[in-house]
């Protein structure tokens, strides 16, 4: 069964930087399309932004300009550069495939954006 793991996260003020990870322990990013998700307290979960097998991107409105997904097929792992970070972007962050394909979410990585 392939592992998700997502590091990267932490606290950062409004208008900051960080850039999360996402190793896998198989090779499906040459397979899937691959996306970052994110849980906000009390809310569903949502799609940020997917990759395709291609290299194509799409990004939710929310993040367009601001969030740039990208990926190492090499090292199987994908990543998200975060900039001009919000309060509004806190929120626990994974990757997974996308569509979803039953993969096992991994844990995730808290991002906190506050002064």
């Given at each position: 069964q392939v592992q998700l793991v997502e590091s990267g996260g932490g606290l950062v003020q409004p208008g900051g930087s960080l850039r999360?990870?996402?190793?896998?322990?198989?090779s499906i990013f040459r397979i899937y399309a691959m996306a970052w998700y994110r849980q906000?307290?009390?809310?569903?979960?949502?799609?940020?932004?997917?990759i395709a097998p291609g290299g194509g991107t799409i990004y939710a409105g929310s993040?367009?300009?601001r969030f740039t997904i990208s990926k190492d097929n090499a090292q199987n792992t994908v990543y998200l550069q975060m900039n001009s970070l919000k309060p509004e972007d806190t929120a626990i962050y994974y990757c997974n495939t996308y569509p979803l394909m039953n993969y096992n979410w991994g844990q995730g990585t808290q991002v906190t954006v506050s002064s």
């Open positions: 999360l990870s996402c190793a896998a322990s198989g906000a307290p009390g809310k569903q979960r949502e799609l940020v932004a997917r993040v367009k300009g």
